[in-house]
């Protein structure tokens, strides 16, 4: 079963610009969890999705938004983006998202901002 | 508060010695624990799960978990440079949905 896959890689912006990174969850897997990795505050949680309503989000400002499709893929959406930004942005996908389910990690999107 | 805290490291093990990584987290009602392993560069794979107080053995892996103390550890026997990675606790939120990481500790296992 092909596993989590995140496009693009990796992106380069500039200050004040937006951004949008997608996420491919794993085939049947209906819960996509996004999170920040940064060298100085680690993982951080950003939102949730499960059938295409956000059940949870981080507490990060408005700027980042997400959504989910019937099909399960994801999209987030960075506005405004703003040097902090830079990270590390994974991906995870489970089955429902229940407590005691594993959740699988893309390879990422690094983005760098300017 | 830091909900889940972990030591920094580096620890530095030689090999075939046994790793002791240790995690402490502050939510009470929290049920599921994670050891993920993050090598440099790549994105978090899971290691092992933890939902009881006691030990959970996999391999050369053991997970502990002890709920009164609000205490998670894996061990890593007969470590291997492979191993060398950095180790990331994670613990279900009370608010569902999402789980919250430690920073990771860094572990690095010496030929």
């Known amino acids: 079963k092909a596993g989590v896959t995140q496009t693009p890689r990796y992106l380069i912006k500039t200050r004040g610009q937006q951004v949008t990174l997608s996420c491919s969850p794993i085939?049947?897997?209906?819960?996509v969890s996004w999170y920040q990795q940064t060298p100085g505050q680690g993982l951080q949680f950003l939102f949730e999705?499960?059938?295409?309503?956000?059940?949870n989000k981080g507490n990060f400002p408005g700027r980042f938004s997400g959504r989910q499709f019937s099909n399960s893929r994801s999209e987030m959406n960075v506005s405004t983006l703003e040097l902090g930004d830079s990270a590390l942005y994974l991906c995870?996908?489970?089955?429902?998202?229940?407590?005691?389910?594993?959740?699988?990690f893309g390879p990422g999107t690094r983005l760098l901002v300017l | 508060q830091k909900e889940v805290e972990q030591n920094s490291g580096p620890l530095s093990v030689p090999e075939g010695a046994i790793a002791s990584l240790n995690c402490t987290y502050s939510d009470r009602v929290s049920q599921s624990f994670f050891w993920y392993r993050q090598y440099s560069g790549k994105s978090p794979e899971l290691i092992m799960s933890?939902?009881?107080?006691g030990d959970k053995e996999d391999g050369r892996f053991t997970a502990q978990l002890n709920k009164a103390s609000q205490y998670v550890s894996l061990l890593i026997r007969d470590s291997q440079p492979s191993d060398s990675a950095t180790y990331l606790c994670?613990?279900?939120?009370?608010?569902?949905?999402?789980?919250?990481f430690g920073k990771g500790t860094s572990l690095l296992v010496t030929p």
């Open positions: 994670a613990v279900n939120s009370n608010s569902g949905y999402a789980l919250n």
């Open positions: 933890i939902y009881s107080n």
């Open positions: 999705y499960f059938s295409e309503t956000q059940r």
């Open positions: 085939s049947g897997h209906r819960s």
């Open positions: 995870a996908s489970s089955l429902l998202g229940a407590d005691q389910e594993t959740q699988y």
